[in-house]
């Protein structure tokens, strides 16, 4: 009997060197398959196995939703944390698969990326994108845990606010959805002035968010953009905040044709702190934003190749 304990324990020992060199891997991969579901979105978030209203529809074809949560290169990492943000998991685990040998430079290599991953959370809703992302791996599994950017009480006080500002405003009364975006994009640009303490970290503002932008009176872009892309959604828009190095907007799709919004440049700083609103960035096409040539709109169109 102890013969046969010490043989099953020099087994277990020697069996993932005899599966790399003898058999590829093949028992592993054999039993992640087998007792790991082949479903490898180990999701602790119960929110997350809920239906989540805020779920985007693919746009970009720079990354794609996957089921896929046993990854074999960097494209397919990519879609695995695309798809957490998009379906509002904020803990779930995958496993690099055996033959991707750069699997945790990768992931070392994207935590460090924080450009791309700053698309991934334009690409997402506003409630969905992230704070902060944490990936921790042992062997070969991953565990990722995500902050979101809102707490669920955020969302709440977000959601109750633009309902009371559509019912004071009566936007629904309108028919023409470019009036209903209108009367928005002027309250908004009315009741804020641009933050700017928060290029040098000296703001007390949460500016960079729709709390900003809807409870504080002070914002910079990606607020506007929040905001105007929540308020978007309320309406059943397609819509995406697009970002570049400097700065962020909104675009949304009326009518199969996608057009943009800069809120920020709408609400522009003046000399004599006056309160202006403009229109010059104001459901605008492509062609026209580009033509300003003003440094700050043009956007990369790999990541926004669904925008014409």
Same mark, same amino acid.
């Given at each position: 009997?102890?013969?046969f304990?010490?043989?099953?324990?020099?087994?277990?020992?020697?069996?993932?060197?005899i599966?790399?060199i003898?058999?590829?891997?093949?028992?592993?991969n054999y039993?992640?398959?087998?007792?790991?579901?082949?479903?490898?979105?180990?999701?602790?978030?119960?929110?997350?196995?809920?239906?989540?209203?805020?779920?985007? +529809?693919?746009?970009?074809?720079?990354?794609?939703?996957?089921?896929n949560?046993?990854p074999?290169?960097?494209?397919?990492?990519?879609?695995?944390?695309? +798809?957490?943000l998009?379906?509002?998991?904020?803990?779930?685990?995958?496993?690099?698969?055996?033959?991707?040998?750069?699997c945790?430079?990768?992931?070392?290599?994207?935590?460090?990326?924080?450009?791309?991953?700053?698309?991934?959370?334009?690409?997402?809703h506003?409630?969905?994108?992230?704070?902060?992302?944490?990936?921790n791996?042992?062997?070969?599994?991953?565990?990722?845990?995500?902050?979101?950017?809102?707490?669920?009480?955020?969302?709440?006080?977000?959601?109750?606010e633009?309902?009371?500002?559509?019912?004071?405003?009566?936007?629904?009364?309108?028919?023409?959805?470019?009036?209903k975006?209108?009367?928005?994009h002027?309250?908004?640009?009315?009741?804020?002035?641009?933050?700017?303490?928060?290029?040098?970290?000296?703001s007390?503002?949460?500016?960079?968010?729709?709390?900003?932008?809807?409870?504080?009176?002070?914002?910079?872009?990606?607020?506007?953009?929040?905001?105007?892309?929540?308020?978007?959604?309320?309406?059943?828009?397609?819509?995406?905040?697009?970002i570049?190095d400097?700065?962020?907007?909104?675009?949304?799709?009326?009518?199969?044709?996608?057009?943009?919004?800069?809120? +920020?440049?709408d609400?522009?700083?003046t000399?004599?702190?006056?309160?202006?609103?403009?229109?010059?960035?104001?459901?605008?096409?492509?062609?026209?934003?580009?033509?300003?040539?003003?440094?700050?709109?043009?956007?990369?169109?790999?990541?926004?190749?669904?925008?014409k």
């Amino acid at each position: 009997m102890k013969k046969f304990i010490i043989f099953i324990i020099c087994l277990i020992i020697c069996l993932p060197i005899i599966d790399d060199i003898f058999f590829n891997d093949k028992i592993y991969n054999y039993l992640i398959n087998e007792y790991f579901n082949k479903n490898y979105n180990i999701v602790t978030n119960v929110n997350a196995l809920k239906p989540n209203e805020y779920v985007y +529809t693919e746009y970009s074809s720079f990354v794609k939703s996957t089921d896929n949560f046993y990854p074999k290169n960097k494209n397919e990492l990519l879609n695995i944390y695309y +798809t957490a943000l998009n379906n509002d998991y904020n803990e779930f685990s995958y496993y690099c698969d055996s033959k991707y040998q750069n699997c945790f430079n990768d992931i070392e290599d994207l935590s460090k990326d924080l450009k791309t991953f700053s698309y991934l959370n334009q690409l997402v809703h506003p409630f969905n994108s992230f704070k902060t992302i944490e990936s921790n791996y042992i062997n070969k599994r991953v565990d990722v845990k995500i902050e979101k950017k809102y707490s669920n009480n955020d969302i709440k006080k977000i959601n109750d606010e633009l309902n009371d500002i559509i019912n004071k405003l009566n936007i629904n009364a309108y028919s023409n959805i470019n009036d209903k975006i209108k009367l928005f994009h002027d309250y908004l640009a009315s009741i804020n002035k641009y933050d700017k303490n928060k290029e040098n970290s000296t703001s007390t503002y949460n500016s960079d968010s729709a709390v900003g932008a809807l409870f504080e009176g002070y914002a910079v872009c990606s607020g506007y953009t929040d905001a105007m892309a929540i308020f978007l959604n309320m309406l059943n828009l397609e819509n995406v905040r697009v970002i570049t190095d400097k700065h962020a907007w909104n675009a949304v799709k009326i009518d199969d044709i996608w057009y943009h919004i800069d809120l +920020t440049w709408d609400d522009p700083i003046t000399n004599t702190n006056e309160d202006i609103i403009q229109h010059d960035y104001f459901l605008i096409s492509t062609d026209e934003l580009l033509s300003k040539n003003d440094g700050e709109h043009n956007f990369s169109t790999i990541i926004y190749d669904f925008i014409k």
